[in-house]
């Protein structure tokens, strides 16, 4: 196999990798009322974001390493961009939040190119020391959609509190209102707690909240930016075990090999 279909292959798996990462945020925006009610579909989501961002990050680790001159690196890197905005959505928006992805990956490839050409034997640790920046742009990318998919939902429909909630609420207050109302009246005091109930959140909702409703998804999404962090950061690891794996597999399929360098170096002496 020929060098340049061997730097096509893992330009290939970035561009695969962008393109399940830019699925994933599209199904982020449209996600927002999960992130508000909490549910088995948000755990499902929640795994899928962090598998498409292992993704990306271990096969931006391998266009980092082996893809050179670093230039080539940067064209699959902005493949991948591009096929990010494929899966997710041409626009503006999401067009400035791909490009500062891009901005980290091309920093995250001279920063491992640079480590690379440093060491005297080549080690995973440059290369997953700077995936944390990586990987914080992935999340920024993805809290982006939520924020971008909410914001819109917010302009068309305002802002308004998950009905599982006010039910949950609801019930727990009629459980102490039939516990202190005769049988017979039961029916009607719980009718009318409901009613009085509904018409105090909307006064909340109309006098407190919608003022400043434009600021929410904000607010939402950089708190679940912030909880991304802390869960990237804690699995940072993972990435950098397959690539570990990954570089001893290409070595021992013969698709990469170590190659031995002479080099002269200039050193200040006393005369």
Not at 66 to 88: D, T
Not at 196 to 210: A, G, H, N, S
Request: glycine fraction near 8%; aromatic fraction near 10%; charged fraction near 15%.
């Amino acid at each position: 196999m020929s060098k340049w279909l061997k730097v096509a292959f893992f330009a290939a798996l970035a561009i695969g990798a962008g393109f399940l990462f830019g699925t994933v945020c599209g199904q982020i925006g449209e996600a927002y009322a999960l992130i508000l009610a909490p549910s088995r579909q948000l755990l499902g989501l929640l795994l899928r974001l962090l598998l498409a961002a292992g993704a990306l990050a271990v096969s931006a680790g391998f266009v980092a390493a082996l893809v050179r001159p670093v230039w080539v690196g940067f064209i699959a890197f902005s493949l991948a961009g591009l096929a990010m905005l494929l899966g997710w959505q041409v626009a503006a928006p999401s067009g400035i939040l791909v490009a500062l992805y891009l901005l980290g990956a091309f920093v995250y490839a001279v920063g491992v190119a640079r480590e690379l050409n440093e060491r005297m034997v080549f080690s995973v640790r440059p290369i997953a020391q700077g995936q944390g920046v990586l990987l914080m742009a992935l999340m920024l990318v993805a809290c982006g959609s939520l924020y971008l998919g909410y914001a819109a939902h917010v302009e068309q429909e305002g802002f308004s509190i998950p009905e599982s909630y006010l039910e949950t609420l609801m019930e727990q207050m009629e459980k102490r209102i039939e516990t202190q109302v005769p049988a017979e009246e039961r029916a009607d005091a719980v009718a009318e707690f409901r009613q009085e109930f509904q018409r105090t959140v909307d006064e909340f909702l109309e006098r407190t909240v919608k003022p400043y409703e434009r600021f929410v998804p904000l607010g939402i999404a950089v708190s679940v930016f912030m909880s991304l962090l802390t869960i990237t950061r804690l699995l940072a690891w993972v990435p950098t075990a397959v690539l570990d794996i990954g570089f001893r597999l290409l070595a021992a399929l013969r698709v990469t090999e170590t190659v031995l360098e002479t080099r002269e170096v200039q050193r200040l002496v006393i005369g």
